[in-house]
Nanobody
Framework: QVQWVESGGGSVQAGGSLKLSCVASGYTDNLNSMGWFRQAPGKVREGVATAYTTNGRTYYADSVKGRFTISRDNAKNTVYLQMNDLKPEDTAMYYC?????????????????WGQGTQVTVSP
């Protein structure tokens, strides 16, 4: 089992920045990838970014490319999401997640472990 502790959410104005952190504890050696999802009220949960353990590749949703950066500190079992040039449409609850097996990175059902979520609110 893997447990997560998320932090870093908050409220900012459009154009501002936030950095989310997610610390994992427990057995993490078999994780295939670690990433971030978000869910706005009334909308489905969507993949934001992920980083693969096996080859180090990262993937991003088109809506955040060039603005968000995912990174990992393996020594600290921590995954980060640096969010720059935030827009009101980025407002959502953000969740870190990890999966063991294969499968498309942006599909929530492929992930085994989830954080509790941290709220990001961007005002115009």
């Amino acid at each position: 089992q893997v447990q997560w502790v998320e932090s870093g959410g908050g409220s900012v104005q459009a154009g501002g920045s936030l950095k989310l952190s997610c610390v994992a504890s427990g057995y993490t050696d078999n994780l295939n990838s670690m990433g971030w999802f978000r869910q706005a009220p009334g909308k489905v949960r969507e993949g934001v970014a992920t980083a693969y353990t096996t080859n180090g590749r990262t993937y991003y949703a088109d809506s955040v490319k060039g603005r968000f950066t995912i990174s990992r500190d393996n020594a600290k079992n921590t995954v980060y999401l640096q969010m720059n040039d935030l827009k009101p449409e980025d407002t959502a609850m953000y969740y870190c997640a990890a999966k063991i097996g294969p499968g498309a990175w942006h599909i929530p059902q492929n992930y085994n472990y989830w954080g509790q979520g941290t709220q990001v609110t961007v005002s115009p």
